[in-house]
């Protein structure tokens, strides 16, 4: 992993301190995490694989990362306050959302640090075409996780502020 790898697995994961303190639910917020996981797509996303079960690779990490960003949504105590809904996040929240994000990270790691050789077996036999359908399947996978908590905040923040 480059020092620009690192940077952007920091910035994802420090995406947890304004949701720990708690945040007034505003479109800037919103905007704001689906922009830096948008920047990190078009970083690492060249294309998406299609061939073997690539596919079914990138629909398992997707419904993954959605389940965790629909976890810490629904962990996420919601409250009125100042004409808006602000959002908290507790621990249980702000530790799915770290797992999801360093995940991906520790899978990088792990392939630079030792594992490569179990993946590409792994790989092999469950007909994944290589490095870059992981990388897709991973950037699906945090795109998921940020679109489903911000989808699930959303749509909790219209029930609290009705």
Known sequence: MSSTDYIISAVLVLLVIPQIRGTKLTFRNLVIPLALVAAAAAYYLKGVPTTGNDVKLDVVTV???????????????????????VAKAGLLAAALWIVGMLSRTGF????????????????RTELITGAEAWTAALVLMALAQVVARQLVLRVRALAVSA
């Open 63 to 85: 419904v993954l990362g959605a389940a965790i960003g629909i976890g810490c949504a629904v962990t996420t105590r919601l409250q009125r306050a100042d004409g808006g809904v």
């Open 108 to 123: 990088v790691y792990a392939v630079n640090h030792g594992y490569a050789k179990q993946i590409a077996d792994f790989s």
